[in-house]
């Protein structure tokens, strides 16, 4: 379980960190759209089912808003701590190396969730066709 929640703060961190840290520097507003796609590339690297129009685009508006609500948390951040001298790429470098590293490790984490969730599901019923079975069997 510890490992788990390391790897979530290892991916999240710098995944969201990124644009923070553009926001602090005082980074181009046009940075937030790039962090948006790099949001949405790794929830389609890690196999969510976004292939209908309606859920890409709606995603792609929450990532959207995601990128620039953790861009100007990090505006505000400036207004209390020094502001950081980056250049342009490095906050985009984070979050890219993050959002690939965490496709890697996540890879159809998605699909094996859905696959427990059915099963959890099916279980009750599963367990009532075996009770049924076995109370037919005995009275048979």
Same mark, same amino acid.
Request: proline share 6%; net charge positive.
């Given at each position: @379980? &510890? ?13 969201? /960190?990124?644009? *923070?840290? $553009?926001?602090?520097?005082? #980074? ?17 690297? &890690?196999?969510r089912d976004l292939h209908s129009? /309606? ?5 792609? *508006?929450?990532?959207? $808003?995601?990128? /620039?609500?953790?861009? !100007?948390? /990090?505006? !505000? ?11 342009? !790429? @490095? ?17 159809? !984490? $998605?699909?094996?969730? #859905? =696959? *427990?969730? &059915? ?7 599963r367990i009532e066709d075996a009770?049924? =079975? ?7």
């Amino acid at each position: @379980m &510890t490992r788990n929640w390391f790897l979530l703060i290892a991916i999240l961190l710098p995944f969201y /960190g990124g644009p *923070v840290l $553009a926001g602090w520097a005082g #980074q181009p507003l046009a940075t937030i759209p790039v962090f948006a796609a790099l949001f949405l590339a790794f929830l389609l690297g &890690t196999g969510r089912d976004l292939h209908s129009k /309606g859920n890409l685009l709606a995603a792609g *508006v929450i990532q959207l $808003a995601l990128a /620039g609500l953790c861009y !100007w948390l /990090g505006h !505000w951040l400036a207004t209390a701590a020094e502001p950081p001298a980056l250049p342009i !790429w @490095m906050p985009l470098l984070i979050t890219a190396c993050a959002t690939a590293w965490g496709v890697w490790r996540l890879r159809g !984490w $998605a699909a094996r969730a #859905q =696959r *427990v969730e &059915t099963l959890l599901n099916e279980a009750p019923h599963r367990i009532e066709d075996a009770e049924r =079975r076995a109370r037919d069997r005995n009275d048979g």
